[in-house]
């Protein structure tokens, strides 16, 4: 079995590119706190990079962005290729299933009506809107 579920913070907005065959693609890094804090007192964080696919991928560039809370669940993916020095390089990821917002910040510059809509727009029902957080300190 190979299940993964995170809760955490988009590092920076997505990046939403497409295939040369057309599919959206976004690739964001999630930061998830561990759950206990270090020696020091403080907390600390693992940056997970994320991957999705489809009209997810296109949802999550239009209305994610440095800051907002999410949670997703999918699968792990370990991946290889030749970097340009020749060296084989490995990538290990999550490939998302489902993304679920937990709370969202506004763009920069963003109207509200841009903003995460109530309904998910005849997309996938695995986007929920779940709160409204203003006060993220991101």
């Given at each position: ?5 995170l809760?955490g ?31 020091d007192?403080?907390k600390e964080a693992d940056?997970v990079p ?11 560039g239009?209305y994610?962005?440095k800051?907002?809370q999410i949670?997703v669940?999918?699968?792990l993916q370990?991946r290889?290729y030749?970097a ?7 990538v ?7 993304i679920?917002?937990?709370s ?6 963003a ?8 309904e998910p ?8 809107l ?9």
């Amino acid at each position: 079995m190979n299940k993964v579920i995170l809760i955490g913070r988009l590092c920076r907005d997505p990046d939403l590119k497409n295939t040369t065959t057309g599919k959206a693609v976004a690739t964001f890094n999630l930061a998830v706190d561990r759950r206990f804090k270090n020696k020091d007192g403080q907390k600390e964080a693992d940056f997970v990079p994320i991957v999705v696919w489809g009209k997810q991928a296109e949802f999550a560039g239009q209305y994610l962005s440095k800051g907002s809370q999410i949670g997703v669940s999918g699968r792990l993916q370990v991946r290889s290729y030749d970097a340009q020095d020749g060296q084989r390089r490995y990538v290990t990821e999550v490939v998302a299933d489902e993304i679920n917002f937990i709370s969202t910040k506004p763009k920069e510059g963003a109207k509200r009506s841009q903003q995460v809509p109530d309904e998910p727009m005849g997309l996938d029902a695995d986007f929920h809107l779940m709160a409204n957080d203003d006060d993220i300190p991101f």
